[in-house]
C-alpha cells in the first residue's frame, strides 16, 4: 500500500468516525420520542360550586396527548358527582359492559345505559342489568376549589 492510498483511507475513516459521533444526538432526538409515553396531565374539570350534591353532572374534556412524534386531540365526557358528604367522585360515561354511553337518569336516580338496560347507583355501582362492574373512576385532584382529573388510569 502506497503512501498516499494509506493517508487517503485513513482520512475517510477519520471523517466517518467524527460522522458517526456527531450523528449521535441527532438519532438520540428522533428515536427517544417514539418510545417515551407522556403520562396524563391533570385536566381541569370545574370549580366546586359548580356541582350540586348528589346530582351528576356530565362535563365534555378536550385534552391533547402526546404519544411519540403524534400529538392528538381527544374529547372525553366525564360524570362529576358530588355525594352528600361533601366526597367527589369523577366517573367515567362509559357502559362497563360493551362500551355504550350511560347517562343520569334524575327520576331514577341512577346511570342510564340505553344499549341492554344496565343501571348504576349514583356512586357507579352496578344497580341491575348486564354490567360486570362499576363504572371506571378517574383519579382527580381538588386544589383551591377546582377539580382536576387524570384520564388515563
Ligand atoms: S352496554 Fe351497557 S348494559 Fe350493555
Redesign the pocket.
Known amino acids: 500500500m502506497t503512501r498516499r492510498k494509506w493517508l487517503d483511507k485513513f482520512v475517510k475513516f477519520s471523517a466517518g468516525i467524527v460522522a458517526a459521533f456527531l450523528s449521535i444526538p441527532s438519532l438520540v432526538m428522533l428515536v427517544v420520542p417514539a418510545f417515551r409515553r407522556e403520562r396524563a396531565p391533570w385536566i381541569r374539570v370545574g370549580h366546586l360550586s359548580e356541582f350540586r350534591p348528589n346530582e351528576p353532572k356530565a362535563v365534555t374534556l378536550s385534552y391533547q396527548r402526546r404519544d411519540g412524534w403524534v400529538v392528538r386531540t381527544s374529547r372525553t365526557t366525564v360524570y362529576v358527582v358530588v355525594l352528600g358528604e361533601g366526597k367527589v367522585k369523577v366517573l367515567s360515561n362509559i357502559?362497563t359492559?360493551?362500551?355504550?354511553a350511560v347517562r343520569w337518569e334524575k327520576g331514577r336516580q341512577a346511570f342510564f345505559?340505553p344499549?341492554?338496560?344496565?343501571y348504576f347507583a349514583i356512586d357507579g355501582s352496578v344497580k341491575s342489568?348486564?354490567?360486570p362492574r362499576p363504572l371506571d373512576e378517574f383519579p382527580h385532584k381538588i386544589e383551591g376549589g377546582e377539580i382536576f382529573v387524570r384520564l388515563q388510569v
Open positions: 357502559c359492559h360493551a362500551n355504550c345505559c344499549c341492554h338496560n344496565g342489568g348486564p354490567p
